[in-house]
Nanobody, 120 residues
Framework: QVQLVESGGGLVQPGASLTLSCVVS????????VGWFRQLPGKEREFVGT???????NFAATLQGRFIISRDGAKNTVYLHMNGLRTDDTAVYYC??????????????WGQGTQVTVSS
């Protein structure tokens, strides 16, 4: 059984940095594409970024340069490092695994989500 468990969300001020973690079980994260989507209030889920099995990363164009994804194979964990957070980054962030592309419907497994709130 595949499970994705996110953690690290919370309330931060604009300009802060925050790192989310996604612990993967039941699947070897380094062999599949693992990544993140987010859902802003009142909107549909949107693509954030992914890391492939060959370590190639892909990000939404608007987030490129501020967000970084890394992976710890020994811990089977993927991280989303977010820098320069803005109020419009406020969202529930979801970890996803085994899929491709930037559409939510192409990913097989989802975590429960973790709330990130950026506010002064």
């Amino acid at each position: 059984q595949v499970q994705l468990v996110e953690s690290g969300g919370g309330l931060v001020q604009p300009g802060a940095s925050l790192t989310l973690s996604c612990v993967v079980s039941g699947l070897t994260a380094s062999k599949y594409t693992v990544g993140w989507f987010r859902q802003l209030p009142g909107k549909e889920r949107e693509f954030v970024g992914t890391i492939r099995g060959d370590n190639i990363t892909n990000f939404a164009a608007t987030l490129q340069g501020r967000f970084i994804i890394s992976r710890d194979g020994a811990k089977n964990t993927v991280y989303l490092h977010m820098n320069g957070l803005r109020t419009d980054d406020t969202a529930v962030y979801y970890c996803v695994a085994r899929g491709w592309g930037t559409s939510a419907r192409y990913y097989d497994f989802w975590g429960q989500g973790t709330q990130v709130t950026v506010s002064s």
